[in-house]
């Protein structure tokens, strides 16, 4: 295991449901706030790598008082100016092949489109929890009309298990997608396009050694965030192939387990 006296990473990435944030009650501990607050004060690169979308990403932004670098929201495919508050690199696919791939596997499923910064389009209300910002109830030609970064699926009052059962082994046109652990949902966004992607493109722009990296996830679209990273830490609620896929497994985040992942190398003055 890594060790603080050996190492220190240079570019820190962190997933936010699940790591930073409890998503059972969407709260933001304190100790967990200070210690991810000690990377952003450290001189290394502090990056928010998270499913959300923008709109959810910005309130955890504000709360962590992080002000400047980037932040990868939609599972890499926004990527966000931390201190303008701007989409400044964006990739987009088209919903519609994906639409009728996956309406039949999994019936009655509400779809949501992002729209960059302003909402979602759905097609029939989400909960305020599940989706971030202003919701539009539309129509399927509304909704799947125009190219988005990332389409998600609801299979609402499922069973996670039952959507891995549905979508096993499935490949879509264009795109890739995860499926959630606490939640029915599966999150499409274009192919090619990851957590690991996006960090690996901001670590080559940063000049930061392959070997200065370091990542902390919990869900199925940080797989490739905890093998890309240098040393990786997974939540100790994470699924059994999270945690096999990482260097360490931290304790749940209900008892704040990122705290002494970080406060290895960032400890408090």
Known sequence: MTTRSSWTPS???LDVD????????????DPVRRAVRRVASSGSYLVLATGRSMLGTLPVLDELGVTDGVALCSNGAVRVDVATREAVSVETFDPQP????????????????????????????FTPEELHGPQWHVGLAELLGHPVPRF??????????EVWGRLEGLELPGCTFTIDH??????????GVSKAA???????ELGVSPDGTFAAGDGDNDLQMLEWAHHSVAMGQAPATVRLTAAEVANPVTEDGLVPALERWFAPG
């Open 11 to 13: 570019l820190v990435a």
């Open 18 to 29: 699940g790591t930073i944030v409890d998503p059972e009650t969407q709260l933001l501990s």
């Open 98 to 125: 994906v639409h009728t791939r996956l309406s039949p596997l999994l019936p009655g499923s509400l779809f949501a489109a992002e729209r960059i910064g302003v909402g979602s389009m759905v097609t029939a209300p």
């Open 152 to 161: 998600i699926v609801n299979w609402a009052n499922r069973d996670p298990a």
């Open 182 to 191: 606490y939640d029915p949902w599966v999150t499409v966004v274009p192919a």
């Open 198 to 204: 996006a960090l690996e493109k901001l670590r080559l």
